[in-house]
């Protein structure tokens, strides 16, 4: 191995491995490949979710550099957000938020949850006005004494990544228990660490599975410039820039619907039928619109009966709760 992942500073936050469960009934029911999903939505701090793993490196890092507040960024209903916030908070570190959108009447999901932590939350009316903010409030913590450290959007960077690393390792561990061989992984992206972290962790443990990456909605040649650079910031870290260099990024898009964090009728669909077969709630967001995707694929026979998938459940459960008009 290039590179020593358990030589990297973490701090154990998630309970892991998380598991990988087969899907039978809903195997059954799409007649296609064997299902298997991998429970990220089980990691443990606040709800869960694929952030916890890379705040496990991102946290690490913060502390390492004598941080006493994390700043990050997301929308007002941030997955991302809440966990950084929750994980911050066990640690007894300070945390603030800059949030674009605004706050709504009904306060449910994310946003409920950031009034029970009591985290302090800067809105601004959009999205590009997140990044000025934080590096606002960077500046005014320092002058004012104080040791802050920013997690970009979604935790995702070359540390950020590792988390994801780790998981394919995990992965690849619990396949040899399990006796069988994961011919393709399947996980909603947004914001490319999860990408990025699983295709490197591919190329270094798990060559023989492929990696399919859905979008819900973000732009799918941002997400790959976005992975690119992950890449390129994880090649110069560790230096295994050739290695990385010639790993293809490819993003799924057509099952986003009417756009990114807007309900469709397959989306609704997918979540009802997976919870009504196997009792778990994917949110409308991500995994809901990866599973649309998922579906599609074993609709036009991407896989053979024989082959294996294993689908990453990544979280978000909070924000099923601004669903409830398309559900209901
Ligand atoms: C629940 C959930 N799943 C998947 C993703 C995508 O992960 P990534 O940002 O690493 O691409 C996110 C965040 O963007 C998320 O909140």
């Known amino acids: 191995m290039p590179f020593d992942l358990h030589s990297m500073s973490k701090i154990d936050l998630c309970l892991l491995p998380t598991p990988i469960i087969s899907l039978n009934r809903l195997s059954n029911h799409l007649d296609g490949p064997c299902i298997y999903m991998k429970r990220d939505d089980l990691t443990g701090v606040a709800f869960g979710g694929n952030k916890n793993r890379k705040l496990e490196y991102l946290l690490a890092d913060a502390v390492q550099k004598g941080a006493d507040i994390i700043i990050t960024e997301g929308a007002i209903n941030s997955n991302h957000c809440l966990q950084t916030a929750a994980c911050a908070a066990k640690l007894g570190i300070d945390c603030e938020l800059v949030l674009s959108g605004e706050e709504p009447s009904n306060i449910t999901g994310n ?4 009034k029970i932590l009591e985290v302090s939350i800067h809105l601004v009316d959009d999205s590009q006005k997140r990044k000025d903010l934080m590096r606002e409030r960077e500046e005014e913590l320092k002058s004012s004494g104080r040791k802050p450290y920013i997690i970009p959007t979604g935790g ?173």
């Not at 946003?111 to 950031?114: G, S």
């Not at 011919?183 to 962790?201: C, E, K, N, P, R």
């Open 111 to 114: 946003l409920l949850l950031f």
């Open 156 to 328: 995702s960077n070359a540390l950020g990544a590792l988390g994801y690393i780790n998981c394919i390792a995990e992965i690849k561990g619990q396949a040899e228990e399990l006796d069988v061989n994961f011919d393709y992984f399947v996980h909603a992206a947004g914001s490319s660490g999860t990408q990025a972290g699983m295709l490197i962790g591919k190329e270094f443990y798990y060559p023989s599975t492929n990696i399919i990456s859905i979008t819900g909605g973000v732009n799918a040649d941002y997400l790959k410039i976005e992975t690119r650079e992950i890449l390129k910031e994880f090649g110069f870290m560790f230096n295994v820039m050739n290695a990385l260099n010639r790993i293809p990024i490819e993003v799924v898009t057509g099952y986003e619907g009417p756009g990114y964090g807007i309900a469709s009728k397959e989306m609704v669909d997918t979540v009802r039928l997976v919870a009504q077969l196997e009792g778990i709630f994917l949110d409308p967001v991500y995994n809901g619109k990866a599973m649309v995707g998922l579906f599609d694929m074993i609709k036009s026979q991407k896989f053979s009966n024989e082959e294996v998938v294993l689908f990453l459940h990544s979280g978000g459960g909070p924000s099923i709760f601004n669903f409830s008009q398309a559900f209901c």
